[in-house]
């Protein structure tokens, strides 16, 4: 099958933008984008720039924009692109600065790793002394969430919305491999503490959208965002709940507790507190809301048998974890 | 007749009742038959899992067991409760002991949920259980030269092995629906991404700045207007339309439309039971365009 291939391409050194070309290959019913990639270097133009090694899903250095999503080149089919496409077209990874063509700058992306302190660490009293954090793993803790199957190939940082817009945050794979030390049972818990006040900072765990982006872009099943969760989850255990993250959990939780659903005309007052400044700055939508008749009534009636609902919260608070 | 308990949602509920004035408008005259699950309660909508995953699963565990009663499949008519209770209902349905132990939650209510409901959007539900044909058929006044954004939002979408409608990378229902009411769907990068939402009371910049960058894309693909299936997508890109446009320098005067809005309009249904008038955002500019066409002349309001 002759087909064609729309690859990005960049040359810092000749290029004032990026620009799209076409190359046609024969290709066979196994064929790989990173196949493909290497076939075009080779018979076409050997300027073509592109990071790979293993070719098979382990180094997670192929990670690259195929048809508009983040893939590792080296297990993707080009059939099935064609067919789920109809065209191939391949780019670097988004929203990371271009070296040459596929290749991208990933030292934001390792400087974000660093800064989550990826190695046991032990309590501030104890530092010095390492001996005091070496205890063994328990059982279960053994595998944390398959978050330690990250190849670190930055998909998902590349599909990440928010990091699109505020390249200051911490990102999905180094939230992912701080979940795994939260979750190491050999870290006493003044360190995970410790760890959580940092993450709860600006750009860490609470500047997520759940947008689903990382779980559904990652190579290894690593479910980035559920240990953004989980993350937030251990966070309000440890009682850090001064946050506007925080409060917009517990306030959302205690308002449905109470009436069943939602009522979006109190969640500005749980989110921001009573704290005139910020609250001044959500005043004029809402009153541009209530204009139009979009402000709930704050008082308004409990879903009927609320008070199962206020059981539920009672009953399952009792079993805390998750199921 | 297609029949199902219709599970509004708190936003439909609360700060967007456009959404359920206009889905109410359009089921009737679709030929749709609805129970409405009035004692059901929220979702979660991806929050109250945060503060306890189990209260959050036997919160939908009980909306499902109060719509296994009356025998009928759930209707969401927002994305995110959509996201939500789809992703719940698979899991309820699929891992070993769940169902068992979060109904014993709802055994003091005298609720069990048997795992055999599904939970099905607006929008899948038009596409496929209604069709497109039977849609087509109703079509008063279309959408003739119009450009229209698609926006879905992320629930909706993924992650797909528990949504399982549509592939997230190249989704069509939406587009077929712009297409079944007479318009043309423009095609940008942003129709799959986020609006922000879940921030913007906390982090507005950049929940404004996501919503903005998405939206001045689809201008610039040509939009006359957007249409979403999320409630809390339209809150982000209609109710901070202004700030979205501040936070990335440009004009954006873009109308937004619920689902059930570009669908009621189509069909020729008064604006004011589409509650058209509840928008920050005017959509007079729609509404315009579609009397001078030749379309009933629409209420002003």
Partial sequence: MRLAFLIQRFNPEVDSHSSTRRYHLDVGRGTTVLDALIRIKNEHDGSLALRYSCRSAICGSCAMEINGSEKLACRTSVRREWERHGMVTVAPLRNLPVIKDLTV???????????????????PQNAGRPDIAQRSPSPASSHFHNVDACIMCAACVAACTVHEVSKEFAGPAALAKADRFLEDHREPIEAKRHRLTVLEQEHGIWDC???????????????????????????LAAGLTATGGARHITG????????????????????????????FTVLPLGLAMA????????????IPGAARIRDIFAASRRHPGAP | MPKYALYPGCAAQGATPELYQSTMAIIGRLNIEVVELKAAACCGAGVVTEA??????????????????????????????????????????????????????LAPEGLAYRGTVQVKHLLWIIVRDIGLHELRRHIRVPFKDFRVAPFYGCYILRPS????????????????????????????????????????????????????ANMKEAKEGGADFMVTPCPLCHMSLDIYQERAGKAIGARLDLPILHLPQLIGLAMGIPTKELGLSRHLIPVDSILKRMEKQGAPVHESH
Avoid at chain 1, 105 to 123: N, Q, Y
Avoid at chain 2, 195 to 202: K, S
């Fill in chain 1, 105 to 123: 700058d990933m030292s934001s992306f390792w400087g974000k790793i660093r800064d989550v302190t990826p190695w046991l660490t032990s309590a």
């Fill in chain 1, 209 to 235: 959208t759940r947008c689903n982006f990382c779980v559904e872009v990652c190579p290894k099943d690593v479910k980035p965002m559920e240990a953004i969760i989980r993350l937030r989850r251990s966070a």
């Fill in chain 1, 252 to 279: 959302f939780a205690e308002l449905v507790r109470r009436h069943g659903r939602l009522n979006e005309a109190l969640m500005p007052l749980k989110i921001l507190g009573f704290n005139l400044r910020r609250l």
């Fill in chain 1, 291 to 302: 204009r139009k008749g979009k402000v709930p009534n704050p008082f308004a009636a409990a």
């Fill in chain 2, 52 to 105: 306890n995953p189990e209260t959050a699963l036997a919160l939908n565990a009980r909306t499902f067991a109060q719509a296994e009663q009356l025998g009928l499949d759930v209707m969401t008519i927002c994305g995110t409760c959509q996201g939500v209770m789809g992703a719940a209902n698979q899991r309820l349905k699929q891992e070993p002991g769940l169902l068992e132990r979060i109904n014993r939650l």
């Fill in chain 2, 161 to 212: 092995w528990d949504v399982g409608f549509e592939d997230p990378e190249n989704p069509s229902s939406l587009e077929k629906v712009i297409q079944a009411v007479g318009g043309d769907s423009i095609s940008y990068a942003g129709r799959t991404k986020c609006c922000g939402f879940p921030i913007i009371l906390e982090k507005e910049q950049i929940a404004v700045t996501m919503a903005g």
